[in-house]
Antibody, heavy 126, light 108 residues
Framework: QVQLQQWGAGLLKPSETLSLTCGVYGGSFSGYHWIWIRQPPGKGLEWIGEITHSGSTDYSPSLKSRVTISVDPSKNQFSLKVRSVSAADTAVYYC????????????????????WGQGTTVSVSS | EIVLTQSPGTLSLSPGERATLSCRASHSVSNDYLAWYQQKPGQPPRLLINGASSRATGIPDRFSGSGSGTDFTLTITRLEPEDFAVYYCQQYAGSPKTFGQGTKVEIK
């Protein structure tokens, strides 16, 4: 049963860089999108972006200028960096995966996020 | 960007009652790539429904999803005490993969 375990610094000052890593245990690393989502206190979920095992990325337009998602397939890990943080970046950050499967027709079928990390609380305060 | 609007914001019901949650998309969600998640305080979301109507592994059959295009529904036929939570819809047909703002199902 695949599990995601995430870690990183939980307290930052404005203008610093947020850095989180998510480890994938007990499953394959290929054939999936590896995703970061965040949830500000008392609010809803926001998709930050995703990466494949080969390093192809996709980012939310609202965060694209400050975000980098990277992958290390040799360690079964992927990471998130958010530059120049402010109080608006205070949130619980989750890693997750969704699935892409190639059909016999050559087309792809996609599935929703079925495995999630435990979440990391990140606070930005001077 | 596909905007998802969930209604109602809060649903006050008693255990054993039926819950009907709505998710409306600003544009058609291709291939019905629409999911429903349940979230309880202090926990990550849990996938309930995939592809608008397919229950995820281990999800009880009192949860069902329906709809297509721009209008989707999550139905809980008989609420159990553990079902009181916040529910989110999410589309994964296009980028960015957006979420609705959530519906809280609370005990009446």
């Amino acid at each position: 049963q695949v599990q995601l375990q995430q870690w990183g610094a939980g307290l930052l000052k404005p203008s610093e860089t947020l850095s989180l890593t998510c480890g994938v245990y007990g499953g394959s690393f290929s054939g999936y999108h590896w995703i970061w989502i965040r949830q500000p206190p008392g609010k809803g979920l926001e998709w930050i972006g995703e990466i494949t095992h080969s390093g192809s990325t996709d980012y939310s337009p609202s965060l694209k200028s400050r975000v980098t998602i990277s992958v290390d397939p040799s360690k079964n890990q992927f990471s998130l960096k958010v530059r120049s943080v402010s109080a608006a970046d205070t949130a619980v950050y989750y890693c997750a995966r969704d699935t892409r499967r190639k059909l016999v027709t050559g087309a792809y079928k996609y599935y929703a996020m079925d495995v999630w990390g435990q979440g990391t609380t990140v606070s930005v305060s001077s | 960007e596909i905007v998802l609007t969930q209604s109602p914001g809060t649903l006050s019901l008693s255990p054993g009652e039926r819950a009907t949650l709505s998710c409306r998309a600003s544009h058609s969600v291709s291939n019905d790539y629409l999911a429903w998640y349940q979230q309880k305080p202090g926990q990550p979301p849990r996938l309930l429904i995939n592809g608008a109507s397919s229950r995820a592994t281990g999800i009880p059959d009192r949860f069902s999803g329906s709809g297509s295009g721009t209008d989707f529904t999550l139905t809980i036929t008989r609420l159990e005490p553990e079902d009181f939570a916040v529910y989110y819809c999410q589309q994964y047909a296009g980028s960015p993969k957006t979420f609705g703002q959530g519906t809280k199902v609370e005990i009446k």
